[in-house]
């Protein structure tokens, strides 16, 4: 069965510091991974990957994709308190029917 | 305006009733969702539709039917509520099937006592 892990499953910071957040998959095909933000309502779309080692940069925030190592890191430089969040990792496993599969998400906790 | 908004934010109703919630989207998408988001954060996927047409039912049990009149809007009843059905529902839409990106509506807490 197709998977999506994340970790940690909960990770709390002071602003200023850099955060790894980590996503591994296992599917049987793969055409993309997300990454996800969701605070207190909708998620909101960060990034899509789709080749590996290319890195993907908006702001303060990263994230890249390894194909060997079927996984997928986001970073988040300089956090402030806004970046609390829970974020969700997604992969689409090329069904053709529109559908992720997601991970259980990192709740990030950003103390001032 | 919301790009996709659903309704009711909230729902608390008894076992054994019956429920909807409904979903618009105004950005010209072909594809739309329901997700159900347990208390463990995990998103998964009950159906998708893609110009009115259902795609997937993930094994959802019947007591859930979803509807989509037209390509914008794509509802969902839910029969005999049972505890278990407490979670926050997301809708959300795509351009096509293959694209991956999904904009999500604010979703519906669904409470069942």
């Known amino acids: 069965e197709d998977k999506v892990v994340q970790s940690p499953l909960s990770l709390v910071v002071h602003e200023g510091d850099t955060v790894t957040l980590n996503c591994s998959y296992e599917v049987t095909n793969f055409r993309s991974l997300l990454w996800y933000k969701q605070e207190k309502k909708a998620p909101t779309f960060l990034f899509m990957l789709t080749s590996s080692g290319i890195e993907k940069k908006s702001g303060r925030l990263s994230s890249i994709l390894d194909k060997k190592e079927l996984s997928s890191i986001l970073n988040i430089t300089a956090t402030q308190t806004g970046d609390s969040a829970i974020y969700l990792c997604a992969v689409d496993n090329l069904s053709n029917t529109g559908k992720l599969i997601f991970g259980q998400g990192t709740t990030l906790q950003v103390k001032p | 305006d919301t790009a996709v908004s659903q309704t009711p934010k909230y729902l608390v109703t008894q076992m054994g009733n019956d429920k909807s919630i409904k979903c618009e989207q105004n950005l010209g998408h072909d594809t739309m969702y329901w997700y159900k988001q347990d208390s463990k954060k995990f998103l998964k996927i009950m159906f998708s539709?893609?110009?009115?047409?259902?795609?997937i039912n993930e094994t959802v049990p019947n007591r859930f039917s979803p509807k989509s009149p037209d390509k914008a809007h794509l509802n969902l009843h839910i029969n005999s509520l049972e505890l278990g059905d407490s979670a926050v529902y997301f809708c959300?839409?795509?351009?096509?099937?293959?694209?991956?990106?999904?904009?999500f509506g604010e979703g519906s807490r669904l409470t069942v006592l």
């Open positions: 539709y893609n110009n009115k047409e259902l795609i």
């Open positions: 959300a839409s795509s351009r096509g099937m293959n694209t991956g990106e999904l904009f």
